[in-house]
């Protein structure tokens, strides 16, 4: 008996035409790209300062953000210094370590002033954020 199918394999196609895949890769290709959303970290804008002797902490912190405009953020919530004093005297029985995270052009005196709040609640372990050279 003869099978039918030998002689498609003998008498078949020749070549194989790839147009239609590379068609379709090209589809694919810009479905992905176009229904792929990108993440964007939210959160605020902040340009450290650069220091030589910088550490990278890798304990979990309490962050506090000093924008450009000395406004205070916890957590993406913008705060007050009363506010932020009784956060922090909530904090300090855990004894977190805080990191604070003020903006190059943020004033001296509002880092001192946070600074000098931690150090009043008992906290120890208060570290400023900056950028390796």
């Known amino acids: 008996m003869r099978f039918k199918r030998h002689m498609e394999l003998e008498h078949g196609l020749r070549q194989i035409d790839i147009a239609p ?10 479905f992905f790209m176009l229904t792929s ?5 939210p959160g605020i804008k902040v340009n450290l300062p650069k220091a030589v002797t910088s550490e990278i902490i ?4 309490i962050e506090i953000v000093i924008s450009g405009e000395n406004v205070i953020y916890l957590n993406g919530k913008v705060l007050n210094t009363q506010e932020l004093k009784s956060f922090l005297k909530q904090v300090s029985k855990a004894d977190k370590p805080v990191l ?3 903006d190059r052009h943020a004033s001296l005196g509002r880092v001192v002033e946070i600074w000098d709040i931690c150090r009043d609640l008992g906290i120890t372990h208060i570290n400023i954020a900056t950028n390796q050279e």
């Open 21 to 30: 895949l590379i068609d379709m890769i090209f589809q694919l290709l810009i």
């Open 100 to 102: 604070i995270k003020a």
């Open 37 to 41: 959303s990108f993440v964007i970290q």
């Open 58 to 61: 890798k304990i979990e912190n």
